[in-house]
């Protein structure tokens, strides 16, 4: 099966450099190591430029371009690459102009780094596209497609990530269109990988009408920047062929549908139309010549039957459409009898798109990125970042110790406080006192530790306080003290009982030898009676 020409971009051109000589210097001077321990490391980075400044369109090539851009996003956190730290001077031409643009910054390496990878991504992909020798013919056509999708998706990271391009090629107008082609050159291989696989009419029709959408957008966006960003112009003649010729195959399919279906008179409005799409598509593809097909316009190293595949395509799809037009309204007059409906009340056919953004670390995968990237370079430095960050930890510990060691304090300051105004220390410390009345010692000791009832109530309080609402343990509490009250006071009772009872002994008998050196019980009931009263406040 013939195969139309792809659009295969330009390789950006940079000039050589030294990456050695400001490695060494900056590694002795901000890290303060021997830069001899890492000369091997910066050989190895500089070998890594100049083959990817030789690199082709094929595997080899695009694993080359692959390796360095991946060393310079390690390069990244260890060194400072600008102009106050390794200050090295990367030039790069535009694609498409040839005027050269120079700067220090990493970020316009890594960006003709990227853009390099998609072009070699995508010729690559071309170069598969149109190699008609290959025995796995589906196999190819679906790689080439693969590698187009990988390009768009380079394409769009810079579109995304580099906002401000120094060189035209690399602004988001120019990467957005190049992204659109290379999307439209995979759909393109979607679809002939379906005819291949002689899918039916209905999904024909809608992949081709995706690849003249696709086809469409491009040509809208190539137009408005083509002259002011220096793009080759015979890429507008070539999309717009292909924007006319994938038209005319869907609603050729399309057509071949709707006969399956016996709207015969559907099927001949659609057939007219694929008819005037063949015929502009035709009027087109005579515009080019055979030179124009030979340039890196379009693709580089392009197979010599490519450079007519666009015309026979055409002019094969409109024989069959001529051919088949003829043939339904032949027998629509003799034997159907449908009514035609006008072209232009025919609704618009669908699109089915099955392609996208290929990330390409999915394309290289864990084991195969190992093995084309290598050991990481420079990995016995730590980043700087790394060494900032540790600093900044020791700092932010410090002053988290600081401010738990002042919450500390202040809750101490607090407890203390507390206690003090309770006269916890005072209490706990008349426990110790020995009485003076013989006998007490015992009693004293027992009341040092909480009694049988004590504990009850406080184990009740604890046990209210994890399951019983607030209200409910406040009435509890209130109920202890005052029950705790009331036997206070009938302590009191007693004790002022007996006070007087031992008065009034003391009176009936007072001049009774027996009771000269009898004690009222005052002086003995003086401790219980203070501890009551300490108590009841």
Same mark, same amino acid.
């Given at each position: 099966?013939?195969?139309?020409?792809?659009?295969?971009?330009?390789?950006?051109?940079?000039?050589?450099?030294?990456?050695?000589?400001?490695?060494?210097?900056?590694?002795?001077?901000?890290?303060?190591?021997?830069?001899?321990?890492?000369?091997?490391?910066?050989?190895? /980075?500089?070998?890594? $430029?100049?083959?990817?400044?030789?690199?082709?369109?094929?595997?080899?090539?695009?694993?080359?371009?692959?390796?360095?851009?991946?060393?310079?996003?390690?390069?990244?956190? $260890?060194?400072?690459?600008?102009?106050?730290?390794?200050?090295?001077?990367?030039?790069?031409?535009?694609?498409?102009?040839?005027? +050269?643009?120079?700067?220090?910054?990493?970020?316009?390496?890594?960006?003709?780094?990227?853009?390099?990878?998609?072009?070699?991504?995508?010729?690559?992909?071309?170069? /598969?596209?149109?190699?008609?020798?290959?025995?796995?013919?589906?196999?190819?056509?679906?790689?080439?497609?693969?590698?187009?999708?990988?390009?768009?998706?380079?394409?769009?990271?810079?579109?995304?990530?580099?906002?401000?391009?120094?060189?035209?090629? /690399?602004?988001?107008?120019?990467?957005? &269109?190049?992204?659109?082609?290379?999307?439209?050159?995979?759909?393109?291989?979607?679809?002939?990988?379906?005819? %291949?696989?002689?899918?039916?009419?209905?999904?024909?029709?809608?992949?081709? !009408? !995706?690849?003249?959408?696709?086809?469409?957008?491009?040509?809208?966006?190539?137009?408005?920047?083509?002259?002011?960003?220096? /793009?080759?112009?015979?890429?507008?003649?070539? &999309?717009?062929?292909?924007?006319?010729?994938?038209?005319?195959?869907?609603?050729?399919?399309?057509?071949?549908?709707?006969?399956?279906?016996?709207?015969?008179?559907?099927?001949?409005?659609?057939?007219? #139309?694929?008819?005037?799409?063949?015929?502009?598509?035709?009027?087109?593809?005579?515009?080019?010549? @055979?030179?124009?097909?030979?340039?890196?316009?379009?693709?580089?190293?392009?197979?010599?039957?490519?450079?007519?595949?666009? !015309?026979?395509?055409?002019?094969? %799809?409109?024989?069959?459409? +001529?051919?088949?037009?003829?043939?339904?309204?032949?027998?629509?007059? &003799?034997?159907?009898?449908?009514?035609?409906?006008?072209?232009?009340?025919?609704?618009?056919?669908?699109?089915?798109?099955?392609?996208?953004?290929?990330?390409?670390?999915?394309?290289?995968?864990?084991?195969?990125?190992?093995?084309?990237?290598?050991?990481? %370079?420079?990995?016995?430095?730590?980043?700087?970042?790394?060494?900032?960050?540790?600093?900044?930890?020791?700092?932010?510990?410090?002053?988290?110790?600081?401010? @738990?060691?002042?919450?500390?304090?202040?809750?101490?300051?607090?407890?203390?406080?507390? #206690?003090?105004?309770?006269?916890?220390?005072?209490?706990? $410390?008349?426990?110790?006192?020995?009485?003076?009345?013989?006998?007490?010692?015992?009693?004293?000791?027992?009341?040092?530790?909480?009694?049988?009832?004590?504990?009850?109530?406080?184990?009740? &309080?604890?046990?209210?306080?994890?399951?019983?609402?607030?209200?409910?343990?406040?009435?509890?509490?209130?109920?202890?003290?005052?029950?705790?009250?009331?036997?206070?006071?009938?302590?009191?009772?007693? #004790?002022?009982?007996?006070?007087?009872?031992?008065?009034?002994?003391?009176?009936?008998?007072?001049?009774?030898? %027996?009771?000269?050196?009898?004690?009222?019980?005052?002086?003995?009931? +003086?401790?219980?009676?203070? !501890?009551?009263?300490?108590?009841?406040?």
């Amino acid at each position: 099966m013939p195969r139309p020409p792809c659009i295969a971009i330009p390789f950006k051109k940079t000039a050589e450099l030294d990456w050695v000589r400001p490695l060494r210097h900056y590694i002795a001077r901000t890290y303060q190591e021997d830069p001899d321990a890492y000369a091997n490391d910066c050989q190895v /980075l500089q070998r890594m $430029r100049q083959d990817m400044r030789g690199a082709n369109a094929d595997e080899t090539g695009r694993d080359l371009i692959f390796r360095y851009y991946s060393h310079l996003e390690t390069l990244e956190p $260890r060194f400072r690459i600008n102009e106050q730290g390794v200050k090295v001077t990367f030039r790069w031409t535009d694609a498409f102009s040839s005027e +050269s643009t120079q700067q220090h910054s990493l970020a316009f390496e890594k960006a003709g780094m990227l853009f390099n990878l998609a072009v070699a991504f995508g010729m690559h992909g071309a170069n /598969l596209f149109a190699d008609l020798s290959s025995e796995m013919e589906l196999t190819t056509v679906h790689m080439a497609g693969i590698y187009f999708q990988v390009a768009a998706e380079r394409f769009n990271y810079i579109n995304e990530n580099f906002l401000h391009a120094p060189s035209l090629d /690399l602004q988001q107008e120019t990467v957005n &269109v190049l992204n659109g082609i290379m999307l439209a050159q995979a759909q393109e291989c979607a679809l002939i990988k379906c005819r %291949l696989e002689k899918k039916k009419d209905a999904t024909l029709s809608k992949i081709a !009408q !995706q690849a003249a959408l696709m086809y469409s957008s491009v040509f809208d966006n190539l137009k408005t920047i083509i002259s002011s960003h220096q /793009l080759p112009r015979g890429w507008l003649l070539l &999309v717009e062929t292909k924007l006319r010729y994938y038209q005319a195959m869907a609603q050729y399919h399309e057509a071949h549908a709707e006969e399956a279906k016996s709207r015969y008179g559907v099927a001949i409005a659609r057939y007219s #139309l694929a008819d005037q799409h063949a015929r502009e598509a035709a009027k087109l593809v005579g515009q080019f010549s @055979e030179t124009f097909f030979s340039t890196s316009n379009l693709a580089e190293d392009l197979c010599p039957e490519s450079t007519q595949g666009l !015309q026979e395509l055409i002019d094969g %799809l409109a024989a069959n459409i +001529s051919e088949q037009l003829r043939k339904a309204n032949h027998d629509n007059d &003799v034997i159907y009898n449908d009514a035609v409906p006008n072209t232009s009340t025919l609704p618009q056919l669908e699109a089915a798109s099955v392609v996208s953004n290929f990330d390409i670390n999915k394309f290289y995968a864990s084991e195969e990125r190992s093995n084309v990237v290598g050991s990481e %370079l420079f990995s016995r430095l730590i980043p700087m970042a790394v060494h900032e960050s540790s600093s900044m930890y020791s700092e932010e510990k410090a002053k988290m110790l600081r401010a @738990e060691e002042d919450k500390v304090n202040l809750a101490d300051g607090e407890l203390h406080d507390a #206690l003090s105004f309770m006269k916890i220390p005072g209490s706990l $410390r008349r426990f110790e006192r020995s009485p003076s009345s013989a006998g007490l010692g015992s009693i004293l000791s027992n009341f040092a530790d909480p009694s049988k009832a004590v504990r009850e109530a406080v184990f009740s &309080v604890q046990s209210t306080e994890r399951t019983g609402p607030l209200a409910e343990m406040r009435a509890q509490v209130e109920g202890q003290r005052s029950r705790a009250s009331d036997e206070l006071s009938e302590l009191s009772r007693m #004790l002022d009982e007996e006070q007087n009872a031992s008065e009034r002994v003391l009176s009936e008998h007072a001049s009774d030898p %027996l009771f000269v050196s009898y004690q009222p019980s005052t002086r003995a009931a +003086s401790f219980y009676r203070d !501890q009551i009263a300490d108590n009841q406040k």
